[in-house]
């Protein structure tokens, strides 16, 4: 599968080349300020790549969910002056995402030089798929690369419009995700483990049935274990349910791959002043809420993951945000940091865990798309890369 898809090495490329890269620079902020600069890291290798062959880059990315016009407060400016920090090299920021100032900036760029479009969802066009957008993204470059792979389950303008325009390749990043994924999929070592957790059980179940084909062991935790509760006829009290799904849960529970929660740990609210208990989970009282797994399925769930080959995780086990439930996501990401196995974290909340526990660099792959690395999982392909397997060669 990924080898179909053009690499960078596949792109005429010379001194002075307009490349337009499509980058996932979605990064989470707070006030103005960028709390964690990963995904602007992780595009620096395809970024030196390009500029190191003389290419000048028209770089563009969303972030957040504007609603298709400007807002001051999801401008990129702050990723253009991060990017240039850690390349060492000014990037200017375009002030709009197409029209004559994105031509000009874009035309006059020297080699070398990198520039940022402004966020494209300031364009309505972005998220409906416009042509005209695609067509004016298009004639910035000669030539387009796709690294954003959290944007390529996205049938978006930027993502789906210049493949059929332009000569163009998937950047370093992109390559990277999936031969990850790749490797997950089609020959996993066995025994293969995958935790899941999170909050909501209807974003997941897509995964969870093309999981538990593949996988040895499906261990799940996070509030969306509480609808699986509900299946086997448990009481849940206040916990997070969706009753719409408890179908679902009760015959993937037949398979016996899925394994949920013995305990839990359990408030009255989600505060974290709010005083614990630790309950089997089959008996949730009314008036509480089931917060983290308990500390009996976190040992059984590490050990899982310590005897297992192959991990993949997404979803936290409970509200990891309030110390009094970090406790079982942090027995399991220490878990998948010790384990001999390959492994593989995917999901926005999973990897900042992984980062505030300090695991980062014991794990082999934490995935820059969340949801993109789910829906690959689920479909074993993603329109973006569609576009670009049947986009123009050079
Ligand atoms: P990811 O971003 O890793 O894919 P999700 O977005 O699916 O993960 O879920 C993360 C959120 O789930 C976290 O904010 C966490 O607080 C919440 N969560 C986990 N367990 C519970 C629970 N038992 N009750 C309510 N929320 C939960
Ligand atoms: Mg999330």
Known sequence: MTGEIPSLEDLPIVEGTRVLLRADFNVPMTDGRITDDGRIRAALPTIAWLRGRGAAVIA???????????????????????????????????????????????????????LLLENLRFDPGETSNNPGLAD??????QVYVDDAFGAVHREHASVMGPPA????????????????????????????????????????????????????TLLVGGAMCFTFLLAQGHGVGDSLVEPDHVDACRELLEGGVVRIPTDVVIAQEIAASAPTKIVPATAVPDGWKGLDVG?????????????????????????????????????????????????????????????KFGFEADIDHISTG??????????????????????RRA
């Open 60 to 114: 563009c990315s969303h972030l957040g969910r504007p609603k298709g016009a400007p807002d001051p407060a999801l401008s990129l400016a702050p990723v253009a002056a991060r990017l240039g920090e850690l390349l060492g090299a000014p990037v200017a920021l375009c002030p709009e995402v197409m029209g004559p100032r994105a031509s000009e900036m874009a035309a006059a760029l020297a080699p070398g030089g990198v």
């Open 165 to 216: 325009r332009l000569p163009c390749a998937g950047g370093r990043l992109l390559v990277r995700e999936l031969e990850v994924l790749d490797r997950l999929q089609r020959d996993p070592e066995r025994p293969f483990a995958v935790v899941l957790g999170g909050a909501k059980v209807s974003d997941k179940l897509g995964v969870i049935d093309a999981l538990v084909e593949q996988c040895d």
């Open 295 to 355: 500390p009996e399925t976190a040992g059984t769930y590490a050990d899982a993951v310590r005897d297992a080959r192959t991990v993949f995780w997404n979803g936290p086990m409970g509200v990891f945000e309030i110390e009094a439930f970090a406790a079982g996501t942090r027995t399991i990401a220490e878990a998948v940091a010790e384990t001999k196995a390959f492994t593989v974290v995917g999901g926005g909340d999973s990897a900042a865990a992984v980062r």
């Open 136 to 141: 004016a993204l298009a004639s910035l470059a």
């Open 370 to 391: 969340g949801g993109a690395s789910l829906e690959f999982l689920e479909q074993g392909d993603l329109p973006g890369l569609r576009a670009l397997r049947e986009g």
